[in-house]
């Protein structure tokens, strides 16, 4: 990253506390920010922004380029005049985890009046600058959504959309100037507050995204337009039987005849979204896993195709942004997707969670390298302590050996550990900085529901947990901006 040794906590915007049953970019997002910056931390990461499909995973996006309408305060819009306080008099903050059926039917209530009124009022100029902005993009995912998205619009030309939907695709484009300004807004605050923000670039899409519809040239798609293949992993430490995600594969051949424009643009509005940038499944792009579409959601017969390598990051990476890149080397890694991370200078994963096994593993702390983020554990992974809980007692009695500890306070031994790491980046998921247990987990992989929707309540947050994050941040010095 920046040569400095610094830690930040893992926390999805819709995992903050809040009224409208998710996490918005409202106060509480501020609050948020506050609580790093009180504790030292020197980074927020977040997982996608992206608009999500039914499952609601954000590594499903229904966008390459959009972001998630559902994120947008209320509260805010309220401010601006574009929502009545009385529309804002229900509450659902109590909800214990999100609950996206009934997000979505609120909040977008909200956001069409908010709209509504915002077209009647007269375009503002700071909206014509952010159409004008993002005018390659913008009109074509306004169009897809105004049409119903996927499949509603299968066989509809972007032009037939604009005859039938333009007043319609103008709310979404709103919609958009909303998100993005309430975004921009709350990075402002936080890199003011000497917070940078880690995005989330999950290498595929959802075969419902507007990139399909507009971009089919870019996929591998058989005659009727469906995916000749699909994406997924073989068995790993997640899933014996692997993933089988169904999301199309690129043609990078084709991408590559026009320099990966695509991507480049993709990653330019990325990088004026967030600070830096982890790149998912970050092996895909020496090898991916490419399965055929089956009913059965087989990922065990695959093959392993090669990706674009280090000729892709050089051409869509600003030069002065190669710096900011995290790769997600997680999963099966071979010596040539190691090959490739170190190439391009990137700062691998270490996952404390998986180091135990036995072996001389490379997530030991003694194998740790400056080059790397450290990491309880990940969005995947379990809560520390749900980890621990889960634990033959073999493996309990080689942690506490290891790392000479008793084990009754597992999570805060194990965000010690991490912070004690030559790595240069520290990241603890909030789950572990509230010591919270296996019912709060994120996001269980290879499981089709009942993910993404876990958030905390302020009361979690005591000031002893405070005080933990602030010495451990101050006693391993990562607080002190130097160069190591």
Same mark, same amino acid.
Request: glycine share 10%; charged share 25%; net charge neutral.
């Given at each position: 990253?920046?040569?400095?040794?610094?830690?930040?906590?893992?926390?999805?915007?819709?995992?903050?506390?809040?009224?409208?049953?998710?996490?918005?970019?409202?106060?509480?997002?501020?609050?948020?920010?506050?609580?790093?910056?009180?504790?030292?931390?020197?980074?927020?990461?977040?997982?996608?922004? #992206?608009?999500?499909?039914?499952?609601?995973?954000?590594?499903?996006?229904?966008?390459?380029?959009?972001?998630?309408?559902?994120?947008?305060?209320?509260?805010?819009?309220?401010?601006?005049?574009?929502?009545?306080?009385?529309?804002?008099?229900?509450?659902?903050?109590?909800?214990?985890?999100?609950?996206?059926?009934?997000?979505? @039917?609120?909040?977008?209530?909200?956001?069409?009046?908010?709209?509504?009124?915002?077209?009647?009022?007269?375009?503002?100029?700071?909206?014509?600058?952010?159409?004008?902005?993002?005018?390659?993009?913008?009109?074509?995912?306004?169009?897809?959504?105004?049409?119903?998205?996927?499949?509603?619009?299968?066989?509809?030309?972007?032009?037939?959309?604009?005859?039938?939907?333009?007043?319609?695709?103008?709310?979404?484009?709103?919609?958009?100037?909303?998100?993005? #300004?309430?975004?921009?807004?709350?990075?402002?605050?936080?890199?003011?507050?000497?917070?940078?923000?880690?995005?989330?670039?999950?290498?595929?899409?959802?075969?419902?995204?507007?990139?399909?519809?507009?971009?089919?040239?870019?996929?591998?798609?058989?005659?009727?337009?469906?995916?000749?293949?699909?994406?997924?992993?073989?068995?790993?430490?997640?899933?014996?039987?692997?993933?089988?995600?169904?999301?199309?594969?690129?043609?990078?051949?084709?991408?590559?005849?026009?320099?990966?424009?695509?991507?480049?643009?993709?990653?330019?509005?990325?990088?004026?979204?967030?600070?830096?940038?982890?790149?998912? @499944?970050?092996?895909?792009?020496?090898?991916?896993?490419?399965?055929?579409?089956?009913?059965?959601?087989?990922?065990?017969?695959?093959?392993?195709?090669?990706?674009?390598?280090?000729?892709?990051?050089?051409?869509?990476?600003?030069?002065?942004?190669? @710096?900011?890149?995290?790769?997600?080397?997680?999963?099966?890694?071979?010596?040539?997707?190691?090959?490739?991370?170190?190439?391009?200078?990137?700062?691998?994963?270490?996952?404390?969670?998986?180091?135990?096994?036995?072996?001389?593993?490379?997530?030991?702390?003694?194998?740790?390298?400056?080059?790397?983020?450290?990491?309880?554990?990940?969005?995947?992974?379990?809560?520390?302590?749900?980890?621990?809980?889960?634990?033959?007692?073999?493996?309990?009695?080689?942690?506490?050996?290891?790392?000479?500890?008793?084990?009754?306070?597992?999570?805060?031994?194990?965000?010690?550990?991490?912070?004690?790491?030559?790595?240069?980046?520290?990241?603890?998921?909030?789950?572990?900085?509230?010591?919270?247990?296996?019912?709060?987990?994120?996001?269980?992989?290879?499981?089709?529901?009942?993910?993404?929707?876990?958030?905390?309540?302020?009361?979690?947050?005591?000031?002893?947990?405070?005080?933990?994050?602030?010495?451990?941040?101050?006693?391993?010095?990562?607080?002190?901006?130097?160069?190591?």
């Amino acid at each position: 990253m920046n040569g400095k040794r610094e830690s930040g906590v893992l926390c999805h915007i819709t995992s903050l506390p809040g009224r409208f049953g998710s996490g918005d970019l409202g106060g509480d997002a501020y609050s948020f920010v506050d609580f790093l910056a009180e504790t030292d931390q020197r980074y927020w990461q977040i997982l996608p922004l #992206s608009p999500v499909g039914s499952s609601a995973s954000p590594y499903q996006g229904l966008s390459a380029f959009a972001g998630n309408p559902l994120l947008i305060s209320p509260e805010l819009l309220c401010r601006e005049g574009l929502l009545k306080p009385e529309e804002l008099s229900f509450d659902v903050s109590g909800d214990i985890r999100a609950d996206f059926e009934k997000v979505s @039917h609120v909040r977008y209530s909200l956001l069409e009046k908010a709209a509504e009124r915002f077209m009647n009022g007269g375009f503002s100029d700071g909206y014509r600058r952010f159409v004008k902005a993002n005018k390659g993009w913008l009109k074509g995912y306004a169009l897809f959504m105004a049409a119903g998205g996927y499949p509603a619009c299968t066989g509809m030309t972007p032009a037939l959309a604009e005859k039938k939907y333009s007043r319609e695709a103008q709310k979404h484009m709103a919609l958009q100037y909303f998100f993005f #300004s309430q975004w921009a807004a709350l990075k402002k605050y936080a890199n003011g507050k000497g917070i940078g923000i880690i995005g989330d670039l999950p290498i595929f899409l959802d075969y419902g995204s507007e990139s399909l519809w507009l971009r089919k040239d870019l996929f591998l798609l058989d005659d009727a337009g469906r995916p000749s293949v699909v994406s997924g992993v073989p068995p790993d430490y997640f899933c014996e039987n692997g993933q089988y995600w169904g999301n199309p594969m690129y043609d990078w051949q084709k991408m590559r005849e026009d320099g990966f424009r695509w991507w480049k643009d993709r990653i330019a509005v990325l990088f004026n979204t967030v600070d830096v940038v982890r790149i998912d @499944h970050f092996r895909a792009f020496s090898r991916a896993w490419q399965i055929r579409p089956n009913k059965n959601r087989n990922a065990k017969r695959g093959r392993w195709e090669n990706g674009p390598g280090k000729e892709f990051f050089d051409a869509v990476l600003p030069k002065n942004k190669k @710096h900011a890149v995290i790769a997600e080397d997680l999963g099966i890694i071979d010596d040539r997707v190691r090959a490739l991370r170190d190439e391009c200078g990137f700062p691998g994963m270490c996952i404390l969670q998986f180091a135990f096994d036995g072996s001389d593993n490379l997530y030991l702390p003694h194998n740790h390298r400056k080059n790397s983020v450290v990491y309880t554990g990940t969005h995947d992974n379990n809560t520390t302590l749900g980890w621990w809980q889960e634990q033959d007692p073999e493996t309990q009695d080689r942690v506490r050996r290891y790392l000479s500890i008793d084990g009754n306070a597992i999570s805060r031994q194990l965000m010690a550990c991490a912070a004690m790491s030559v790595a240069e980046t520290a990241i603890y998921p909030m789950q572990d900085v509230l010591e919270l247990d296996a019912k709060h987990r994120m996001n269980i992989p290879g499981t089709p529901s009942g993910n993404w929707g876990w958030r905390f309540s302020w009361d979690m947050l005591t000031d002893d947990k405070k005080e933990f994050l602030k010495s451990i941040t101050g006693r391993y010095f990562r607080n002190t901006g130097q160069n190591k």
